[in-house]
């Protein structure tokens, strides 16, 4: 999905195990993104893990406090 709308929309209607999304999509913000799953109770317990250059340490802190289950910062260096 290239927004968090839709996103939504796609774990919405086709079995979903894990979430990944950056923290800057251009429709919301990715917490904003982890409120609109979490008020949706058929959502709930589908994990979201974020994957950002945005890795401020009090956004990494609030998201993992929203549910998030982890948070990777980019750019990923695989040795």
Not at 28 to 53: E, S, W
């Amino acid at each position: 999905a290239h927004t968090g709308a839709e996103a939504l929309e796609q774990v919405g209607r086709q079995p979903t195990d894990l979430i990944i999304a950056d923290l800057l999509l251009p429709d919301m913000h990715g917490l904003d993104l982890i409120d609109q799953i979490l008020v949706r109770p058929h959502l709930q317990d589908i994990p979201v893990m974020f994957c950002t250059a945005n890795a401020d340490p009090k956004t990494v802190e609030r998201a993992l406090g929203m549910g998030a289950v982890d948070f990777v910062k980019k750019p990923i260096h695989v040795d």
